[in-house]
C-alpha cells in the first residue's frame, strides 16, 4: 500500500485487535496495531499513520490522552474512536480533541469502511 494508508488499530482486547487487523487487512489496508498507546508511542513513527482507530478506554494513557498528546506534538492524524462504554460525557471528550468518527462496540463493518473513507477523505466504503 502507498504510504499515508497505514491504519494503526489501538485496542487493549487482544480479540478486537485480532478482529480489526483481519478485517481491514481484508479490506487491503496495510495495518500496525498496538495493546496500548505507550506500545505504540514506544515503537512507530505516528506521523506515517494514515489514520487511528483508538479505544478511548485503554490500560494507561486513554485514547484520549494519546490524541491531545499527539496534536501537542504536531501530529495530526484522522482519528476513529471507538468504545464499549458510550455516553455523553465520552463522546463530548471525543469531539473536543478532534475525531473523524465515533463508533459505539459492536459496530457494522460498514460503519467502520465509512469512517476511514472519511478519515480518508473519500466518501463511502474503501
Same mark, same amino acid.
Given at each position: ?6 491504519? +494503526?488499530?489501538? #485496542? /487493549?482486547?487482544?480479540? +478486537?485487535? *485480532?478482529?480489526?487487523? *483481519? ?7 496495510d495495518v500496525r496495531s498496538f495493546k496500548s498507546a505507550e506500545a505504540f508511542l514506544g515503537s512507530a513513527n505516528p506521523w506515517e499513520a494514515g489514520c487511528l482507530?483508538? #479505544? ?11 490524541? *491531545? ?11 476513529? =474512536? ?7 460525557? +465520552?463522546?463530548?471528550?471525543? +469531539? ?17 469502511? /465509512?469512517?476511514?473513507?472519511?478519515? =480518508?477523505?473519500?466518501?463511502? *466504503? /474503501?
Open positions: 500500500m502507498a504510504s499515508g494508508r497505514t491504519i +494503526v488499530v489501538i #485496542d /487493549d482486547d487482544s480479540s +478486537v485487535l *485480532r478482529s480489526l487487523e *483481519r478485517l481491514l487487512k481484508a479490506h487491503k489496508f482507530v483508538l #479505544d478511548i478506554n485503554l490500560s494507561g494513557m486513554s485514547g484520549i490522552e494519546l490524541r *491531545r498528546k499527539l496534536t501537542l506534538s504536531g501530529i495530526s492524524v484522522p482519528v476513529i =474512536f471507538i468504545t464499549g462504554k458510550d455516553s455523553e460525557i +465520552v463522546r463530548k471528550a471525543a +469531539v473536543e480533541v478532534g475525531c473523524t468518527a465515533f463508533l459505539s462496540k459492536p459496530f457494522g463493518v460498514e460503519q467502520l469502511t /465509512d469512517a476511514i473513507g472519511k478519515a =480518508f477523505g473519500r466518501a463511502g *466504503r /474503501d
